[in-house]
């Protein structure tokens, strides 16, 4: 029955085909959510609401979707393809934004999402959303790197300070020594 439906597509449905396989090439981030009745202006509100924050929100018939997750990398996505979705996608994978957005939006429930070619559930979406910027991460790196190299440089030096330090008061015990040579010979 779904190859039947497969098969027999007027040009509109091609087009609306070739744009969400054109979806799923460009964007690194597609969110699946499923559409609590709505009206058409609530719905442009929230989606201006997407675009504000550099995302997009998508709707797709799900024989459609069907047909363009069939027999490809996109297989596992079809299970959530019942209801009336809506997917919010991206060309970067800016889940903070999106997470922040569809908690304020009661009326889109998210049921799971592909990002960078790894297909996560909703507790893994949101998991993702509560880490840190990438930039901290990479700071705290750095900064655990120069610890390391710093103590080894510590350990490696503190040798030589010893020795610089205890030269040091050596020789000021030769000049005081010497000071108080002379003036014992000079008495």
């Avoid at 970067?92 to 049921?111: G, H």
Wanted: hydrophobic residues 40%; charged residues 20%.
């Amino acid at each position: 029955m779904l190859n039947e439906k497969l098969k027999s597509t007027n040009p509109y449905e091609e087009f609306i085909y070739k744009q969400c396989q054109k979806m799923f090439q460009e964007s690194k981030m597609i969110l699946v959510c499923q559409k609590l009745p709505i009206g058409p202006g609530l719905q442009r509100k929230i989606r201006n609401n997407f675009l504000r924050e550099g995302l997009d929100l998508q709707f797709f018939s799900n024989l459609l979707m069907r047909r363009a997750c069939h027999d490809n990398q996109y297989v596992n996505m079809m299970p959530w393809f019942v209801g009336q979705n809506l997917y919010v996608t991206g060309k970067e994978p800016n889940i903070v934004a999106a997470t922040k957005v569809l908690r304020k939006t009661p009326q889109l429930i998210l049921l799971g999402g592909l990002v960078e070619d790894c297909l996560l559930t909703q507790d893994g979406v949101m998991n993702i959303a509560k880490l840190p910027p990438i930039e901290n991460l990479l700071g705290e790196f750095v900064i655990i790197l120069n610890l390391a190299a710093w103590k080894t440089l510590s350990l490696l030096g503190s040798h030589q300070h010893t020795l610089a330090v205890n030269l040091d008061q050596y020789i000021r015990q030769c000049q005081e020594e010497a000071a108080g040579k002379k003036t014992e010979d000079q008495a």
